[in-house]
């Protein structure tokens, strides 16, 4: 059973083009959530998806930033016109459904880390 | 909102000795969960144990062990007989126990071990 795959696994962009970022959840997990990791801090949370539905985007940027996870395919975090402000390590998690015994565990990919020139 | 603190930027601990890393967090919340992950340089999060918040009880995983003290909000990772292979960035981490799986980190501790 495969992990979370993220992909790439490192992303180069210059100022204002576009990055986006892929997660595929583990096998059966219907929940992804991405996270945001800067140079020596935490991670923090950024949203919270389900199929077709965004569920949380409180840690979302209102601008640049949209993510999608649609009935077919992976996920995808999309960030617009980048800044060297969004150069950082991106996280996705993945877990099961409410109801599985492990629904409160989170399953995270590689990441990826976007550098903005 | 939920915040999770861990004072020690850095821990210095010698091969085969005991080591502590302190976590504390504020939530108004009386159910929930506690997490403690390890980052090598690998950039993987791995989870090293989980604690529920109901459960008295500290949770223990081979040589990692917690102290979970729920009224003081004080959630302490020790490692025995540490190794080489534990080095790496420590993220102790809150959810809460309703809906959704959001996980609220601290700012870690990076762990060196010294042969």
Known sequence: NAGVMQNPRHLVRRRGQEARLRCSPMKGHSHVYWYRQLPEEGLKFMVYLQKENIIDESGMPKERFSAEFPKEGPSILRIQQVVRGDSAAYFCASSPVIGDIRHTEAFFGQGTRLTVV | ?115
């Open chain 2, 1 to 115: 909102a939920q915040t999770v603190t861990q004072s020690q930027p850095e821990m210095s601990v010698q091969e085969a000795e005991t080591v502590t890393l302190s976590c504390t967090y504020d939530t108004s919340e009386s159910d929930y969960y506690l997490f403690w992950y390890k980052q090598p340089p690998s950039r993987q999060m791995i989870l090293v144990i989980r604690q529920e918040a109901y459960k008295q009880q500290n949770a223990t995983e081979n040589r990692f062990s917690v102290n979970f003290q729920k009224a003081a909000k004080s959630f302490s990772l020790k490692i025995s007989d540490s190794q080489l292979g534990d080095a790496a960035m420590y993220f102790c981490a809150y959810r809460s126990a309703g809906w959704g799986n959001m996980l609220t980190f601290g700012g870690g501790t990076r762990l060196m071990v010294k042969p």
